[in-house]
């Protein structure tokens, strides 16, 4: 069978005559983002053609008008996964391959570790474990893909800092009408082989769970699939939190912090953070509006203590 694969753009600018092309099937390229509407562009040009946004970092009037627009925004975030701005934060990104970095590279790893992430999931997730630069090269599983703004030194991910990696698959057991379960034991989680570096591969100077207090692990999944538009259930949250042990038995992993990277699925169905209580979530505006593209945020759950640092050349 003969397919046609049309970008997204071929709705705006017409489709060609499928004469000419003999197709029995025609596929829509819909799952990067949405094009943006002519109402949307058009309430834009009128904004930035009325009025006059300053730095919001500097002191004038044209500023304080920028930052209480920015302070809008963000409350208008939290508001859209029903999240309590005295639990959430929002930190604007350049994407949500920058939120995910920013996770990455912000969270405490330590020798005891463990980055846990389910197998169907974005490249710049599974960039979280390491990426080829840290490592010198330029190949590394499942993260040939990965790119990066920031400097090589920069790059201190989990298992270049002695954490353990292990991927999962997800399997929603379903009951005898051939629904799922409305409880926890309808997920079933089975375990790849854990991957975790050599001593002479760890960077030095790398702190312990002794010296930090506790052994922080994290678990990441997507609410919808990048690929396969498969949507996971969010009761991975609670089951993570509240039974990791039973779901990932014998492994390295206990309970920690969740990651949803909800780029795909918030344009749909965003992670209600009332209900799924998860402690960051990454998500892309542009996959929501289709303009503008380099934007971004980083929900972060604030209630609970991560001692979360920062790299100086980022």
């Not at 409350?75 to 996964?81: D, N």
């Not at 298992?159 to 379903?174: Q, R």
């Not at 009761?235 to 509240?242: A, G, N, P, S, W």
């Not at 503008?292 to 929900?299: D, H, K, N, Y």
Request: proline content about 5%; aromatic content about 10%; glycine content about 6%.
């Amino acid at each position: 069978m003969d397919t046609l694969i049309l970008p997204k753009t071929s709705i705006k600018f017409g489709l060609p005559n499928s004469r000419d092309w003999k197709v029995k099937l025609v596929y829509l390229d819909h799952a990067g983002a949405t094009l943006y509407s002519e109402t949307q562009m058009e309430m834009i040009l009128k904004d930035f053609t009325t009025n006059v946004y300053g730095n919001p970092h500097s002191q004038s009037d044209t500023s304080s008008s920028t930052s209480d627009l920015v302070r809008s925004a963000r409350q208008q975030v939290l508001e859209y996964f029903n999240a309590s701005p005295k639990d959430y934060k929002c930190i604007f990104t350049s994407g949500a391959t920058a939120a995910l970095k920013l996770v990455g590279e912000a969270f405490p790893w330590t020798k005891e570790s463990c980055f846990v992430y389910t197998m169907e999931n974005h490249n710049s997730v599974l960039g979280i474990r390491e990426t080829p630069e840290s490592r010198g090269s330029s190949t590394n599983h499942h993260t040939e893909n990965v790119k990066s703004c920031l400097p090589i030194k920069s790059f201190r991910y989990a298992l270049s800092k002695g954490a353990a990696a292990l991927a999962v698959d997800v399997e929603e057991i379903e009951n005898q009408n051939g629904h799922p379960r409305n409880d926890l034991s309808s997920l079933k989680l089975s375990q790849r082989s854990a991957q975790r570096r050599s001593r002479t591969e760890i960077l030095e100077d790398i702190p312990t769970a002794n010296s930090l207090g506790s052994a922080y692990n994290l678990f990441a999944f997507p609410s919808e699939c990048n690929f396969s538009g498969m949507k996971f259930s969010l009761d991975l949250v609670k089951l993570m939190k509240e039974n990791s042990e039973r779901a990932l038995e014998g492994s390295p992993y206990s309970s920690g912090w969740s990651l949803i990277n909800a780029a795909k699925g918030c344009a749909t169905q965003p992670p209600d953070l009332a209900r799924f209580p998860a402690d960051f979530v990454a998500i892309s505006f542009y996959k929501i509006f289709g303009y503008p593209t380099g934007l971004g945020a980083l929900v972060v759950r604030t209630g609970k203590q991560l001692p979360l640092t920062c790299s100086n050349s980022s």
